[in-house]
């Protein structure tokens, strides 16, 4: 454990789970969307929607959607700024079974009227974890290097994307596939050793069946 | 250098090399962290800038969303500036910075959580104004941030830092643990005298419940960092007179663990127990939350 796990993060307060990890959240949800979210209709769940409102929970999750980090001082005017750039969102309540306190579900539409829907919960310190990925069970952190593949459930597609990280030279700590057996859709989610470069994104963009990738680098959640 | 889970090893490291205690925390986490000396301090200073920053940013007509706080680091500073005050410029001044922070962060302020954002106005609370009154560089605060960290990262191994596991003690106690070891820092005092003083804040606040009216970081928690702040400096004073306390830092710490795991759920974040079931309590619970 790192010192700066001790004295750190800054942070816009109140909370480093309810607000730091609501940030975190919304970023997230940002880049699983992919370009500028335009649309977004956000689920608070347990704690989040009992004490959220007093924590900013709802102004932090709008803050993450238009990649603000979570010690950036315009996260208590994100409502504001967010009307400016043309994000709409609407906020509601749930009720999610085996979820952690503090969760939401967000659905997220970009420009080019692409959705997803991320569920996500913040267990302490500004640390989060996605639970769920357009309705299907999951996990991953954002914490190390991640890819996250959607794509159609073909045989060999889960050699075909692994071949092309293990190409590029970048080791693989964790594979997990889920498949969603009406809609004929896998997700795949692959935790790295090394940073995913954008080359790799393309590589496995281009495989046939494969709808949307994208890369989480720790350190550039901004963009 | 090899790594420390206890006290007494950090103690033990120290010693062992000729340095510093605070120098030992640096250059075993630069270890860990494959970072440089020079980018670690780079960072410590930018804790120690947000901290300042937050500090003079303070405005006290701000009112966090719930309502239910603001305003008191102001008026704490007015009835400063009366001449009033009976304990004197330091203790006042470590009361009102202690408030300034805690309200700083209920009003969505940027600040650093040291260790968590509930407690992030005890250290600030203790440096800033020690710094001030005792006409100290930034280095020495910044030596003494280092000194802290180290404590509070032997803490959060050994038991814990987090209000929801082990209650605020984990919190306020932990943050005043680790302000007592940087007040002596700040006299260039040995490692030993950090150690008792951190066993001396923290048993002064052993068994404290975290109940926080309606689940936010407010009530109690704002008022909770001037006792972390004040409770940091009258520990160090003792240690630096030589005091020392009977039961070592390490016994302590790992009592502090044991209390929180039989702390009831109620009196752990859940606002279920403490001042947030009181009758005044719960109505700010209701619908304010
Ligand atoms: S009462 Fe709980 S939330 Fe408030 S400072 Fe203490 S531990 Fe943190």
Not at chain 1, 110 to 131: D, K, M, Q, T
Not at chain 2, 132 to 144: M, N, Q, R, S, T
Request: with cysteine; charged share 20%; net charge neutral.
């Amino acid at each position: 454990m790192s010192i700066f796990d001790i004295l750190g993060p800054v942070m816009v307060g109140p909370s480093s789970s309810h607000t730091a990890g609501a940030v975190r959240m919304g970023q997230i949800a940002r880049r699983l969307v992919g370009g500028e979210p335009v649309r977004a209709r956000i689920l608070l769940a347990g704690s989040f929607a009992s004490t959220g409102a007093g924590h900013g929970t709802p102004r932090a999750l709008v803050a993450g959607l238009m990649g603000f980090m979570p010690d950036d001082e315009r996260i208590p005017r994100s409502f504001e700024i967010a009307g400016e750039r043309g994000l709409a969102y609407e906020f509601g309540t749930v009720q999610l079974r085996d979820a952690h306190p503090n969760s939401a579900l967000l659905t997220v539409e970009n420009e080019r009227g692409e959705r997803v829907e991320v569920g996500a919960s913040s267990p302490g310190g500004g640390r989060i974890l996605v639970f769920s990925l357009d309705g299907l069970p999951t996990a991953f952190s954002g914490e190390v290097p991640t890819l996250i593949v959607r794509c159609e459930d073909r045989p060999g597609h889960v050699s075909r994307v692994t071949g092309v990280v293990a190409a590029q030279g970048i080791n693989m700590s964790k594979l997990r596939v889920e498949r969603d057996e009406r809609g004929g859709t896998a997700i795949m989610v692959i935790e790295c050793d090394q940073r995913i470069p954008y080359k790799v994104k393309m590589a496995i963009s281009a495989i046939e069946g494969v709808r949307k990738v994208t890369r989480l680098n720790p350190g550039e959640e901004s963009k | 250098m090899s790594d420390y889970s206890s006290v007494s090893q950090l103690l033990a490291l120290s010693e062992a090399a000729g340095l510093p205690l605070w120098k030992t925390v640096q250059i075993t986490d630069c270890a860990e962290q494959n970072m440089s000396e020079a980018d670690s301090w780079a960072k410590m200073a930018d804790m120690l800038a947000v901290m300042k920053s937050a500090d003079a940013g303070y405005d006290r007509r701000q009112r966090s969303l719930s309502g239910l706080s603001g305003g008191d680091g102001g008026k704490m500073e007015d009835y400063l500036a009366s001449g009033r005050a009976v304990s004197g410029p330091l203790v006042g001044r470590m009361i009102a910075a202690a408030l300034k922070m805690g309200e700083c962060n209920a009003c969505m302020k940027r600040i650093v959580a040291a260790p968590t954002a509930g407690a992030c106005g005890v250290l600030p609370a203790v440096l800033l104004p020690c710094g001030e009154v005792l006409g100290l560089p930034d280095e020495k605060l910044i030596e003494a941030l280092y000194a802290a960290a180290g404590f509070g990262r032997i803490i959060a191994g050994k038991a814990s830092i987090s209000g929801a596991q082990s209650g605020c003690q984990a919190e306020i106690g932990s943050a005043s643990a680790m302000a007592s070891a940087a007040v002596v820092q700040l006299r260039d005092g040995t490692g030993r005298q950090m150690a008792n003083a951190a066993a001396l804040a923290l048993k002064s606040l052993l068994g404290l419940a975290c109940d926080p009216v309606g689940g936010l970081v407010e009530v109690p928690c704002i008022k909770r960092n001037v006792i972390g702040a004040v409770n940091a400096l009258t520990a160090a004073e003792m240690a630096l007179a030589g005091i020392e306390s009977r039961i070592p830092a390490d016994e302590v710490i790992e009592a502090m663990g044991e209390i929180g795991d039989m702390m009831p759920s109620s009196l752990r974040e859940t606002a279920q127990g403490g001042l947030a079931a009181t009758e005044t309590g719960r109505k700010w619970g209701n619908g304010n939350g």
